[in-house]
């Protein structure tokens, strides 16, 4: 794909590949650059310079139009219009105004950049005030890279207990942020929902206090009683009622997109039999509580613009 046809896609929100800014050298930047004199490619020029840490003439940005993030799988949630305070609080730094669009294209770039050893975690979006909440989408670099600790001379050829450990130690940091975050903004929401696997947590805290945690990985581990958030869902941890071959028949004679559909027909059949609400993800704790990203649009209502700040780590 070449620039032009780059830009255009994501002016018009089309299917694109962030991945491919990786290759970009001075005559592609340059391209960019001359496409800032062009409206219609103007903001998508600049979130191509904002994602690639080049300078840019802040006068040129437009004003803000909330877009969806409809990939989003990690983010914070602050009732606050504090902007200043957020990057305070996380230990932020060198914040660059950005609009959507623009930071949405660098958290794609910046959240799957697999061929640096930082990055994840170099780089985060700081979102607009959006009804009330500001998003943060990242976390702070000491967070990110928490390690958990196994007792000594503990066997683990493969490394799987290190693994176990470190996402034990990620739970308990980010349990710690939240309470610290609600100390000082009256609460903190953190929700984790992951579109490769089932994997979904929630973390709602109150005035310096978690008061519900939930973690499908861990879920008897989780904190407090079942939150509003959660009224009229079950957990997604709780078993169906119904027997283990109920789509035996299904997954035996059909393939593709006649199988789903069956089995869809089949799931909601089974559910008005036994009763049976849907389960709940993250997603769905977030839209009742607070902004669910996927869901901005033209009826969100935004103040200022958001922000690319730095974490600490290199890269």
Same mark, same amino acid.
């Given at each position: 794909?070449?620039?032009?046809?780059?830009?255009?896609?994501?002016? %018009?929100? #089309?299917?694109?590949? /962030?991945?491919?800014?990786?290759?970009? =050298?001075?005559?592609?930047? @340059?391209?960019?650059? +001359? &496409?800032?004199?062009?409206?219609?490619?103007?903001?998508?020029?600049?979130?191509?310079?904002?994602?690639?840490?080049?300078?840019?003439?802040?006068?040129?940005?437009?004003?803000?139009?909330?877009?969806?993030?409809?990939?989003?799988?990690?983010?914070?949630?602050?009732?606050?219009?504090?902007?200043?305070?957020?990057?305070?609080?996380?230990?932020?730094?060198?914040?660059?105004?950005?609009?959507?669009?623009?930071?949405?294209?660098?958290?794609?770039?910046?959240?799957?950049?697999?061929?640096?050893?930082?990055?994840?975690?170099?780089?985060?979006?700081?979102?607009?005030?959006?009804?009330?909440?500001?998003?943060?989408?990242?976390?702070?670099?000491?967070?990110?890279? %928490?390690? #958990?600790?196994?007792? /000594?001379?503990?066997?683990?050829?493969? =490394?799987?207990?290190?693994? @176990?450990?470190?996402? +034990? &130690?990620?739970?308990?940091?980010?349990?710690?942020?939240?309470?610290?975050?609600?100390?000082?903004?009256?609460?903190?929401?953190?929700?984790?929902?992951?579109?490769?696997?089932?994997?979904?947590?929630?973390?709602?805290?109150?005035?310096?206090?978690?008061?519900?945690?939930?973690?499908?990985?861990?879920?008897?581990?989780?904190?407090?009683?079942?939150?509003?958030?959660?009224?009229?869902?079950?957990?997604?941890?709780?078993?169906?009622?119904?027997?283990?071959?109920?789509?035996?028949?299904?997954?035996?004679?059909?393939?593709?997109?006649?199988?789903?559909?069956?089995?869809?027909?089949?799931?909601?059949?089974?559910?008005?039999?036994?009763?049976?609400?849907?389960?709940?993800?993250?997603?769905?704790?977030?839209?009742?509580?607070?902004?669910?990203?996927?869901?901005?649009?033209?009826?969100?209502?935004?103040?200022?613009?958001?922000?690319?700040?730095?974490?600490?780590?290199?890269?």
């Amino acid at each position: 794909m070449d620039v032009a046809q780059l830009l255009s896609r994501i002016a %018009a929100d #089309g299917d694109y590949n /962030p991945f491919s800014l990786k290759d970009f =050298g001075p005559a592609e930047i @340059a391209e960019v650059r +001359a &496409a800032l004199s062009s409206s219609e490619l103007r903001e998508a020029a600049l979130s191509v310079l904002a994602t690639l840490r080049e300078p840019f003439d802040p006068a040129l940005l437009p004003a803000e139009k909330p877009l969806p993030f409809s990939e989003c799988e990690f983010w914070y949630a602050l009732p606050t219009s504090d902007q200043a305070a957020v990057l305070d609080a996380f230990g932020f730094s060198s914040p660059v105004p950005v609009t959507m669009r623009m930071g949405r294209l660098a958290w794609r770039f910046e959240g799957n950049r697999w061929w640096s050893d930082h990055g994840r975690c170099s780089v985060v979006y700081v979102s607009p005030v959006l009804d009330g909440w500001t998003l943060v989408f990242g976390e702070p670099a000491v967070d990110h890279h %928490a390690v #958990g600790t196994l007792p /000594p001379g503990e066997d683990d050829p493969y =490394g799987v207990k290190q693994m @176990a450990a470190d996402e +034990a &130690a990620h739970r308990a940091v980010r349990r710690e942020r939240c309470a610290s975050l609600s100390r000082r903004f009256g609460a903190a929401h953190l929700y984790l929902r992951s579109y490769g696997d089932s994997t979904t947590s929630w973390f709602i805290a109150e005035h310096g206090e978690l008061i519900r945690w939930y973690d499908l990985m861990v879920p008897e581990q989780q904190i407090g009683p079942p939150h509003p958030g959660e009224a009229g869902f079950r957990l997604p941890h709780e078993p169906n009622p119904w027997p283990d071959d109920s789509f035996n028949d299904i997954l035996s004679n059909h393939v593709g997109r006649e199988a789903a559909v069956r089995f869809r027909d089949r799931y909601r059949q089974l559910q008005a039999e036994y009763n049976v609400p849907d389960s709940c993800n993250a997603n769905d704790v977030a839209s009742a509580l607070s902004v669910l990203p996927r869901d901005l649009g033209p009826g969100t209502e935004v103040q200022g613009l958001g922000v690319l700040a730095r974490t600490g780590c290199p890269g």
